[in-house]
């Protein structure tokens, strides 16, 4: 026995000799804790299996397992979240969510990538949820490249609900770009059921930064500007349908508009406009319309909000004064754009239409708090209207901070779900 664990085995003696299983417990974790930061893992995991509690028990392997990962000891990690998992079998998720942690960084080395695997071969539900799965799918494609391609479709067969399943090869298709593997990532984006996500996926491709042959961004753009204009619509299509469709339309005519495709850019953005016409809430008609406003003005396409949609509209549609306190705030984002003083007066009256007082107030009267937190955003907005800000992946955040057609532009998508977290 090697001298330096003599004071640790005769402190395990001491746990053993104990009644109380508590003070047991806290001891014997103790004792594994400081024989582990020493190198003694054959002692770790004696003290451990004897840790009567099973909750400390289960509590001490996963701060262990922690800090082997901190340390970059990892070798001890499969043994220590193996006894974790038969100590608590419901603890399956810790050990996906360790092997996760494993991967983070810029490059996290093949060895770390190759131990998370293995860990998720431990238990029989390494993840609590569906997007769990997503997330290391994702982040594996993302620093273990084409090296990994095959444990990362293995992932991806786990993601059997059929939105997940298209998220997670919209995140292949992705990688296959990235590998420059074309033909590949395109017959993925193919295969999509639904057009509106085969149009997203080959929008996808043609602004990826990996494309870099003009020929196949022009390609792509075609596709996707080809399976958008399959979906049918009219006035009586499901409204949700028609909003997402006016969105998607002017994402695509701006973005083949930038890339050069100036013809093909403006036809679709006709056709945004035409979609926008047809939804039949006041609010959601305007909030698109205004969107593409700013898109347009943007684009040098029009001079301004004012030439291109009658304000009266606003005041017709029949809107609360906290709707169309939303509709100027919009239009006030389009002026600002022509600058800081262009938008004023729009800013001004969002302030007062979102002051007025409810023509039927509900049976607790006015709500003014209602009314205070809708001002407090427009002033809020209004003071940081002038600064840059970069959209941050923080919907939450970003949210507050990017004028709302900026935000759409960014975190709008076809393959979004309920419970995706996005």
Same mark, same amino acid.
């Given at each position: 026995?090697?001298?330096?664990? #003599?004071?640790?085995?005769?402190?395990?003696?001491?746990?053993?000799?104990?009644?109380?299983?508590?003070?047991?417990?806290?001891?014997?974790?103790?004792?594994?804790?400081?024989?582990?930061?020493?190198?003694?893992?054959?002692?770790?995991?004696?003290?451990?299996?004897?840790?009567?509690?099973?909750?400390?028990?289960?509590?001490?392997?996963?701060?262990? #397992?922690?800090?082997?990962?901190?340390?970059?000891?990892?070798?001890?990690?499969?043994?220590?979240?193996?006894?974790?998992?038969?100590?608590?079998?419901?603890?399956?998720?810790?050990?996906?969510?360790? #092997?996760?942690?494993?991967? %983070?960084?810029?490059?996290?080395?093949?060895?770390?990538?190759?131990?998370?695997?293995?860990?998720?071969?431990?238990?029989?539900?390494?993840?609590?949820?569906?997007?769990?799965?997503?997330?290391?799918?994702?982040?594996?494609?993302?620093?273990?490249?084409?090296?990994?391609?095959?444990?990362?479709?293995?992932?991806?067969?786990?993601?059997?609900?059929? %939105?997940?399943?298209?998220?997670?090869?919209?995140?292949?298709?992705?990688?296959?770009?990235?590998?420059?593997?074309?033909?590949?990532a395109e017959e993925i984006a193919r295969k999509f059921t639904q057009p509106r996500r085969r149009s997203w996926a080959f929008l996808d491709l043609a602004r990826s930064p990996d494309a870099t042959d003009e020929d196949r961004i022009h390609?792509?753009?075609?596709?996707?500007?080809?399976?958008?204009?399959?979906?049918?619509?009219?006035?009586?299509?499901?409204?949700?349908?028609?909003?997402?469709?006016?969105?998607?339309?002017?994402?695509?005519?701006?973005?083949?508009?930038?890339?050069?495709?100036?013809?093909?850019?403006?036809?679709?953005?006709?056709?945004?406009?035409?979609?926008?016409?047809?939804?039949?809430?006041?609010?959601?008609?305007?909030?698109?319309?205004?969107?593409?406003?700013?898109?347009l003005r943007e684009l040098g396409l029009i001079d301004s909000v004012g030439n291109y949609l009658d304000k009266k509209s606003i005041r017709d549609a029949g809107l609360t004064g906290i709707d169309r306190s939303r509709v100027f705030q919009w239009s006030a984002e389009v002026g600002d754009l022509a600058g800081p003083r262009a938008g004023l007066s729009d800013w001004t009256e969002a302030v007062r239409q979102a002051a007025e007082k409810q023509a039927a107030p509900n049976r607790?009267?006015?709500?003014? &708090?209602?009314?205070?937190?809708?001002?407090?955003?427009?002033?809020?907005?209004?003071?940081?209207?002038?600064?840059?800000?970069?959209?941050?992946?923080?919907?939450?955040?970003?949210?507050?901070?990017?004028?709302?057609?900026?935000?759409?532009?960014?975190?709008?998508?076809? &393959?979004?779900?309920?419970?995706?977290?996005?």
């Amino acid at each position: 026995m090697d001298e330096l664990s #003599a004071p640790l085995k005769a402190a395990a003696d001491a746990a053993l000799g104990m009644e109380n299983p508590l003070a047991r417990s806290a001891l014997l974790g103790e004792v594994a804790k400081s024989q582990a930061r020493l190198g003694f893992w054959d002692d770790v995991f004696e003290s451990a299996t004897k840790i009567p509690n099973r909750a400390e028990k289960r509590g001490v392997l996963r701060d262990l #397992a922690l800090g082997c990962i901190e340390s970059g000891g990892i070798e001890p990690l499969p043994r220590l979240l193996k006894a974790m998992v038969e100590t608590d079998p419901a603890s399956g998720p810790v050990v996906g969510r360790l #092997a996760m942690s494993l991967m %983070d960084g810029d490059a996290p080395g093949a060895d770390r990538i190759r131990m998370a695997l293995e860990l998720l071969r431990l238990t029989s539900k390494p993840f609590e949820s569906r997007r769990g799965v997503y997330d290391f799918l994702e982040r594996l494609l993302a620093v273990g490249g084409e090296a990994f391609e095959e444990q990362a479709r293995v992932i991806l067969a786990l993601l059997t609900d059929a %939105d997940f399943q298209d998220w997670g090869q919209l995140a292949l298709m992705k990688s296959l770009a990235r590998w420059t593997r074309w033909k590949e990532a395109e017959e993925i984006a193919r295969k999509f059921t639904q057009p509106r996500r085969r149009s997203w996926a080959f929008l996808d491709l043609a602004r990826s930064p990996d494309a870099t042959d003009e020929d196949r961004i022009h390609s792509c753009f075609g596709k996707s500007e080809e399976f958008l204009d399959e979906i049918e619509y009219d006035e009586n299509a499901d409204q949700r349908g028609v909003e997402s469709l006016a969105a998607q339309y002017r994402i695509l005519g701006k973005a083949a508009f930038t890339a050069g495709l100036t013809e093909a850019g403006s036809r679709i953005l006709e056709r945004a406009e035409a979609v926008a016409a047809m939804i039949t809430s006041d609010l959601q008609r305007l909030k698109m319309q205004y969107f593409l406003a700013r898109t347009l003005r943007e684009l040098g396409l029009i001079d301004s909000v004012g030439n291109y949609l009658d304000k009266k509209s606003i005041r017709d549609a029949g809107l609360t004064g906290i709707d169309r306190s939303r509709v100027f705030q919009w239009s006030a984002e389009v002026g600002d754009l022509a600058g800081p003083r262009a938008g004023l007066s729009d800013w001004t009256e969002a302030v007062r239409q979102a002051a007025e007082k409810q023509a039927a107030p509900n049976r607790f009267g006015d709500d003014e &708090f209602n009314r205070a937190q809708r001002i407090a955003e427009i002033v809020r907005r209004f003071s940081m209207r002038n600064e840059k800000f970069e959209p941050t992946g923080d919907p939450d955040l970003d949210a507050v901070r990017l004028p709302g057609a900026e935000f759409e532009e960014h975190y709008y998508s076809p &393959f979004a779900i309920d419970d995706c977290g996005c």
